[in-house]
């Protein structure tokens, strides 16, 4: 959840800022732009690579729970 926010936290900054540039009828410079956009990738790289890595783990931790609910005597069936 924390990475989709910075992930929406950072593509709003980057819209006001040019909204704000736009406004005052200057075009941002190139390199502004370019560093917006590796930025906005960067996030979104890392917002993509923490939720896999997560996903896995939880993957992970919910198959040794069911491992071993399964093992138990006189569990099978029930939560």
């Not at 992930?7 to 560093?35: F, N």
Request: aromatic share 6%.
């Amino acid at each position: 959840m924390l990475p989709g926010t910075i992930a929406y936290v950072y593509i709003g900054a980057v819209a006001g800022t040019l909204t704000q540039a736009l406004a005052a009828e200057e075009l941002p410079q190139w390199m502004s732009i370019g560093l917006y956009a590796l930025g906005a990738a960067g996030v979104l790289d890392v917002s993509w690579l923490v939720t896999k890595r997560a996903r896995t783990e939880l993957v992970k931790i919910v198959d040794e729970e069911s491992e071993k609910s399964e093992k138990k005597p006189g569990c099978a069936g029930q939560r």
